[in-house]
């Protein structure tokens, strides 16, 4: 029995040939509360078949890796309590027991790549957390961003993070990083983190392109595309700041650590601005959906690089 099973809309598309785009489920099941969770994957689903692009939902459900969830399915994670989350450390063990678990970003993105789609959306990725001189806590997708070719929509890191020490790690790992439509490096709940983007790109063509030449150049590893929220849904970073540190301080006292802590830190944020970041966390998936979208549909299909035109 094979580890992977496509639902049967992943199927269709991928006998038409139609653009795939993958989500994860981690932030389905760890990063919002029921029952917006729920809601929140449904308009993700939906704001990609709107762009003409098909939604592949990535969760391991009983020992297998399911590449698109059903509605009913969707709704069983949402509703999960006590669902593993599946980093690279975590997968092949989840697999290897029959058990269940949603996939973080670097999960979702060894996923994706084994099943053969290029690109996948997602609130923000994982970084370097505050303090990780003491903690070491440095999330497991930046590794993943060097090694598994994934071109990932987000909207920067997220801002609970160390984001000078985040971005200075994907240097160091060789992760291209590339502001779409600005030059600032976008701090997830806010369209600027103060510090710059490393890169930029303006079209969906054009990321596409970069993403086929890495690929076409052998190198492994994808690209991180981050994509500012819309303006009319962001929070100033001037407003947020103190709360970020008002949520970090109390994790600390609360003895929170790995796992728990981005968790932890995107429900406090919840709590301490009325439901405003959940808000703004669910406009700019929705925003980085669409765009992944469009990437996935302008992918170009490159000449073999081992037979390349005679010079
Ligand atoms: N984007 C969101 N909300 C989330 C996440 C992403 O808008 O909750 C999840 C992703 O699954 C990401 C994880 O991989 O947060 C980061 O967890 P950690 O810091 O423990 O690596
Ligand atoms: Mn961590």
């Known amino acids: 029995m094979s580890l992977f099973v496509d639902a049967p809309e992943v199927a269709k598309a991928r006998r038409s040939g139609a653009p795939l785009v993958a989500l994860e489920s981690t932030i389905i099941t760890h990063g919002m509360p029921w029952p917006v969770n729920l809601e ?45 989350k599946l980093s690279r450390a975590d997968l092949a063990l989840c ?31 994982g970084g370097v957390h505050r303090g990780a001189e003491d903690s070491f806590d440095i999330s497991a997708d930046l590794h993943e961003l060097a090694q598994t070719s994934v071109t990932v929509v987000a909207a920067g890191a997220k801002a609970i993070l160390d984001l000078p020490k985040t971005l200075e790690v994907l240097e160091t790992l060789g992760v291209p990083v590339i502001g779409y439509g600005q030059d600032a490096f976008p701090a997830f709940w806010s369209r600027d983190s103060g510090l710059p983007a490393p890169l930029r790109l303006d079209s969906p063509a054009a990321v596409a392109r970069a993403h086929a030449v890495r690929a076409a150049l052998g190198l492994p590893g994808g690209q991180l595309l ?54 703004a966390n669910i406009a700019l998936a929705r925003n980085n959906a669409r765009l992944a979208a469009r990437i996935a549909a302008a992918l170009p299909t490159l000449p073999d690089p081992q037979h390349g035109d005679p010079a």
């Not at 459900?61 to 006590?82: I, T, W």
């Not at 973080?104 to 997602?122: D, E, L, N, Q």
């Not at 929070?235 to 609360?254: F, G, H």
Request: hydrophobic share 50%; net charge neutral.
């Open 95 to 125: 697999l290897a027991e029959g058990r269940s678990g949603a996939t973080t970003v670097a999960a979702t993105m060894i996923c994706a790549a084994r099943a053969g789609i290029a690109v996948f959306a997602t609130g923000g990725i």
């Open 226 to 279: 981050a994509n500012p929220i819309p303006a009319a849904d962001e929070i100033p970073r001037t407003e947020l700041a103190p709360l970020i540190a008002q949520a970090q301080t109390e994790a600390a006292r609360a003895g929170i650590a790995a796992k728990a802590v981005t968790p932890y830190l995107l429900q406090r944020l919840n709590e301490l601005t009325d439901g405003r970041t959940l808000r």
């Open 40 to 84: 929140t994957a449904r308009a993700l689903e939906a704001e990609i078949r709107a762009a003409g692009a098909v939604p592949a939902t990535i969760a391991v459900m009983a020992g297998r890796v399911h590449v698109g969830l059903r509605d009913a399915e969707l709704e069983q994670l949402a509703r999960a309590q006590d669902v593993m």
